[in-house]
């Protein structure tokens, strides 16, 4: 790297660090100067913040998918809400049952709505905005419903228009030459951050410290970069077969792997290539693990949580780096540095970072399914094998039992993990409830102690935004486990913002995004099973971990 003066070719947009052609890339370094750019940004984002706590309002949901609010919500979870300022929630799941439970925590009339989308065509989000514009409607009425509402997306959007015509409080045109991914330090991540009270200073401070390390004022920085030494390791482990990254963090940092993991797994996961983030695993012993593993542990000064756990990895023989953060302000480097690393880690893999060419593949056939449903009445279904204690079964394993139908989805993953470099992804299109949490988070353990494989698990279909590219466009080494499950509730869509007339629900919209991504993993030869867990979630969750136990 420093023979071809990688890093001062980054600082430089060089395209032909990663490919010849520069396609989504020279559109998408605007990143790199947002820690110093976006100083010139906080009077004004102040001065909004201020401006709508003297309106009287006292919450902010974010209405937005994966790039959009990951940062956000990584915000709120890890720095808590400040006196007298916001407290903010994100909605990024079409889950009816979800979209009513926002509703009912909050009053409209003392709520912001922050619709964020870069493209400003997202359907969950603008899907979104329009259900809640009418709910904003009925309770403060339609001349003043807009002045609850505040736009982040790119300039020229269908958002940026929309928010004129609908009278929004304010938009934030964000920098176009920003991918949603790299968005943290844009008004994207800041504005969120300033409403709960976060110093945005001293964030931007952090990470134009970390810039200045990875060499952003020209000088050798081998030295201190180690923004390129993390990429440099992820990158020629995974090559090495260690493609697993694994974050171990500080319980006040644990909030910070769901943000990255968008970042690896998007930006590295295509080409028949790919970098698998594992978050929120259960730290285990070393011999729970096969030798695909790479860990990093991100560590707040003065937690030692983990710090034996960690060390007896690494005298296990597994690689390892410690990142260590003197503060929470730090989060602000750690963006940089992650995905400095990030982009870094895909030159060894030859990929570009900045695109995500299987993304589409899945809203694709969800499309196709929502316009059948809107011709139609009905989405397509599937033919069931069998249902057995609640769990209705659809494979292609010609089973009778689930015992079977689970020892057949298993069978190509070896006991040592490492000769296939398998991993196994839960995808749960139900309701993200703290009891599901917990039991999908069981099931994780036991799949993972059982098989010695990565274990990843996301509800859907916020995983879509996030490590669905990886999904399809890596090696192929995954296995594919979607959770279904019965809505008692479904919540109709308006089709624009001046009625209540509706053509679609969320629940469908859900169920067709669970059937896209279905087909989509399908039309790559991914291993796949889909299990409908009714109306027991945890229950059905529980009779899967038993039979795999």
Not at 74 to 92: I, M, N, P, Q
Not at 346 to 351: E, K, M, N, V, W
Not at 481 to 492: F, K, N, R, S, Y
Not at 506 to 513: D, S
């Amino acid at each position: 790297m420093r023979e071809d003066q990688v890093v001062a070719r980054i600082w430089k947009h060089d395209h032909t660090v990663w490919k010849d052609d520069p396609t989504e890339i020279t559109n998408r370094l605007g990143w790199l100067d947002s820690p110093e750019v976006m100083k010139s940004a906080i009077a004004d984002i102040d001065a909004f913040v201020d401006d709508a706590r003297d309106a009287g309002f006292t919450h902010v949901l974010l209405l937005g998918m994966g790039g959009s609010s990951l940062a956000p919500e990584l915000f709120r979870l890890t720095f808590g809400v400040a006196g007298g300022y916001l407290d903010l929630s994100v909605l990024d799941s079409t889950d009816p049952g979800y979209v009513l439970e926002k509703d009912r925590s909050l009053d409209p009339a003392k709520t912001l709505y922050i619709v964020a989308t870069k493209s400003g065509g997202t359907a969950e989000t603008l899907s979104f905005m329009k259900y809640f514009y009418r709910r904003t409607v009925a309770t403060v009425g339609k001349e003043n419903a807009g002045q609850h509402f505040v736009a982040i997306t790119d300039p020229g959007s269908k958002l940026e228009s929309m928010a004129a015509e609908w009278n929004f409080r304010k938009t934030f045109l964000n920098d176009p030459n920003i991918g949603g991914r790299y968005s943290a330090l844009s008004f994207f991540g800041l504005v969120p951050a300033a409403l709960v009270g976060i110093d945005l200073s001293r964030l931007l401070e952090q990470a134009n410290c970390m810039a200045l390390n990875a060499g952003r004022d020209g000088t050798d920085a081998a030295g201190t970069d180690t923004s390129a030494f993390l990429g440099a390791a992820m990158g020629e482990l995974a090559l090495a077969g260690r493609d697993k990254v694994t974050l171990i963090t500080s319980p006040p940092l644990a909030y910070f792997g769901g943000w990255a993991e968008q970042l690896i797994a998007e930006s590295t996961g295509k080409e028949g290539k790919g970098i698998l983030p594992v978050d929120g695993e259960t730290v285990c012993p070393p011999d729970a693990y096969g030798d695909d593993r790479f860990f990093v542990y991100l560590k707040l000064k003065g937690d030692d949580t983990y710090d034996e756990a960690y060390q007896t990895l690494i005298d296990a023989g597994h690689p390892g780096i410690t990142l260590q953060l003197n503060t929470l302000h730090d989060i602000g480097g750690e963006f940089l540095r992650w995905e400095m690393a990030t982009i870094i880690a895909s030159i060894a893999l030859r990929i570009n970072p900045f695109d995500q060419p299987n993304v589409e593949s899945a809203k694709i056939v969800a499309r196709e399914m929502i316009a059948a449903f809107q011709q139609s009445g009905k989405l397509p279904e599937l033919d069931a094998d069998f249902t057995e204690s609640g769990i209705t079964v659809y494979s292609d394993f010609e089973k009778r039992n689930l015992a079977d139908t689970l020892d057949a989805f298993f069978e190509d993953v070896t006991l040592d993990g490492a000769a296939s470099r398998s991993y196994v992804a839960i995808q749960a299109y139900v309701h993200p409830t703290s009891d599901v949490a917990a039991s999908l988070q069981s099931l994780r353990d036991t799949i993972q102690k059982k098989f010695k494989v990565a274990v990843t698990a996301g509800f859907g279909p916020r995983f879509l935004h996030s490590t669905g590219q990886l999904h399809k466009g890596d090696g192929g080494h995954g296995l594919f486990l979607q959770l279904t499950a019965d809505m008692p509730e479904d919540v109709p869509i308006p089709d624009n913002p001046a009625t209540d007339d509706s053509s679609i629900s969320f629940g469908i919209l859900k169920e067709a995004q669970a059937l896209g991504d279905r087909q989509a993993l399908l039309d790559v030869n991914r291993l796949f099973l889909k299990l409908h867990l009714g109306t027991d979630q945890t229950g059905a969750l529980s009779k899967i971990e038993s039979l795999l136990s």
